[in-house]
């Protein structure tokens, strides 16, 4: 029994998901400061738009942006089965 994860990337804006019912949440959606996680995961990375790693953290359900300026980020995260999963952020 797996899941599968189909992403499409697209020259702009970064990555488009379609998730399984069994995903990862993240939330809030825009987010402030604290940007939190429905499960703990093993690895988190936030990337910019054009692909350059910002910050990196593991073992955590919870990640802060407050250092960040406002925009778009890739998340990208591996859960402890894993899996990775990729989700678009704004930062306001």
């Not at 988190?44 to 692909?51: A, C, E, M, N, P």
């Given at each position: 029994?797996?899941?599968?994860?189909?992403?499409?990337?697209?020259?702009?804006?970064?990555?488009?998901?379609?998730?399984?019912?069994?995903?990862?949440?993240?939330?809030?959606?825009?987010?402030?400061?604290?940007l939190?996680?429905?499960?703990?995961?093993?690895?988190?990375?936030?990337?910019?738009?054009s692909?350059?790693?910002?910050?990196?953290?593991?073992?955590?359900?919870?990640?802060?942006?407050?250092?960040?300026?406002?925009?778009?980020?890739?998340?990208?995260?591996?859960?402890?089965?894993?899996?990775?999963?990729?989700?678009?952020?704004?930062?306001?």
């Amino acid at each position: 029994n797996s899941s599968v994860f189909t992403q499409s990337v697209s020259t702009c804006t970064g990555i488009e998901e379609q998730l399984t019912s069994t995903s990862l949440l993240v939330f809030p959606n825009p987010v402030k400061n604290t940007l939190f996680f429905s499960k703990t995961v093993i690895e988190t990375s936030v990337y910019d738009v054009s692909g350059k790693l910002l910050l990196y953290k593991e073992n955590s359900n919870s990640i802060d942006l407050s250092e960040l300026s406002n925009g778009v980020y890739i998340i990208s995260f591996k859960d402890d089965k894993g899996q990775k999963y990729f989700k678009k952020v704004i930062k306001n």
